[in-house]
C-alpha cells in the first residue's frame, strides 16, 4: 500500500498534496469540505451536520456560500463530462 500511495504520488502529486492538507486543514475548513461533499451526495442530514459544524467553528455565511459554489460547479463540471459520452 505504502508504495501505491508512493506511486500516485509520483503521477499525481496535487491529489496527494490535496489529501494531506485536508488532514492538517483547521475544523472550519474540514467542515466546508464536508458541506460541499455532502451536497454533492446529496446527503440531507450530512448537509445539516456539516453546516452547524462549520459554523461552530467559525465560518462565515460567505464561506458557506463558497463551499456551496464550488459544489454546484464541481457538480456542474461532472454533468457536462458525462454528456460527452
Do not use: F, W
Not at 508512493?6 to 464536508?34: D, F, H, N, V
Not at 455532502?38 to 458557506?64: L, N, Q, W, Y
Amino acid at each position: 500500500m505504502v508504495a501505491g500511495v508512493g506511486e500516485l504520488g509520483r503521477l499525481s502529486p496535487g491529489t496527494t498534496q490535496g489529501y494531506q492538507a485536508l488532514g492538517a486543514a483547521g475544523q472550519k475548513m474540514r467542515g466546508l469540505i464536508a458541506l460541499a461533499v455532502a451536497v454533492s451526495v446529496r446527503c440531507d442530514g450530512c448537509i445539516t451536520i456539516h453546516t452547524h459544524a462549520a459554523i461552530k467553528h467559525g465560518a462565515t455565511r460567505e464561506e458557506i456560500n463558497e463551499a456551496l459554489d464550488v459544489a454546484i460547479a464541481v457538480n456542474a463540471g461532472a454533468a457536462l463530462v458525462c454528456s460527452l459520452g
